[in-house]
Structures are given as structure tokens and as C-alpha cells.
């Protein structure tokens, strides 16, 4: 049975920090596309970071407009694990956030295609 578990969330001040981390089990996903989505009340599911294979060897990390310079996102593979660290946090981060995990090697997309697992999702709510 694959689980995907997140943790970390809370409740932050703007301008503070947190770190996010999602813990996979059973099966590897060394290799595949993971990724970090959010959504908040009456709005879109929402990419935030992605991390996934560029070439044969290596990792690329892609991140959404509104968050790049702030979070950063990492991954343990040995760990089976993805993290996401939030710097600068504004309370228009405020959301759910959930990890997810490509199911092949195929193309995967923000819009959340190609994500066949993912988690029960952390709330984050930052306040001014």
C-alpha cells in the first residue's frame, strides 16, 4: 500500500519560516517526479514546486512565480522523502499543502497530470 504523509504545517507569522516534509511508503520513488501543491479555500488546486528528472542522471526543480526566491524544495531518496522549505512567508501562502508523487516516467504536469499519489495534506496558515 503506497502512503504519502506530510508534516510540518502550522501556524506561522508573516515573514517566518517552516519547513514541510512528505514521507512515502511502500514502494520507491527514486527516479519519478515529486511535488508540492497547495490550495486554499475557494481557490484552484495550485502548483507550488516540483522536483523531477532532467536528462538521464539528474534532478530539476521547478518552482511557480509567486514563490520562487522563498522555497525551496529537496529530496532524500534514500529517505524515500521530499521537503519543502518556506522562507518569507506571507499570509497569501496560507493554504493546504499536499506532496505528491509521480506513478511512471512519463511526462508530468502543474496542473497535477501524471501525479497518480498523493497525500492527506498539512494546513499552513500564515498570519499578519
Known amino acids: 500500500q503506497v502512503q504519502l504523509v506530510e508534516s510540518g504545517g502550522g501556524l506561522v507569522q508573516a515573514g517566518g519560516s517552516l519547513r514541510l516534509s512528505c514521507a512515502a511508503s511502500?514502494?520507491?520513488?527514486?527516479?519519478?517526479?515529486m511535488a508540492w501543491f497547495r490550495q486554499a479555500p475557494g481557490k484552484e488546486r495550485e502548483f507550488v514546486a516540483g522536483t523531477r528528472r532532467s536528462g538521464r542522471t539528474t534532478y530539476y526543480e521547478d518552482y511557480a512565480d509567486s514563490v520562487k526566491g522563498r522555497f525551496t524544495i529537496s529530496r532524500d531518496d534514500a529517505k524515500n522523502a521530499v521537503y519543502l522549505q518556506m522562507n518569507s512567508l506571507k499570509p497569501e501562502d496560507t493554504a493546504v499543502y499536499s506532496c505528491?508523487?509521480?506513478?511512471?516516467?512519463?511526462?508530468?504536469?502543474?496542473?497535477?497530470?501524471?501525479?497518480?499519489?498523493w497525500g492527506q495534506g498539512t494546513q499552513v496558515t500564515v498570519s499578519s
Open positions: 505528491a508523487a509521480a506513478g511512471s516516467y512519463n511526462i508530468v504536469s502543474t496542473n497535477g497530470d501524471g501525479f497518480d499519489y
Open positions: 511502500g514502494r520507491t520513488f527514486s527516479g519519478y517526479a
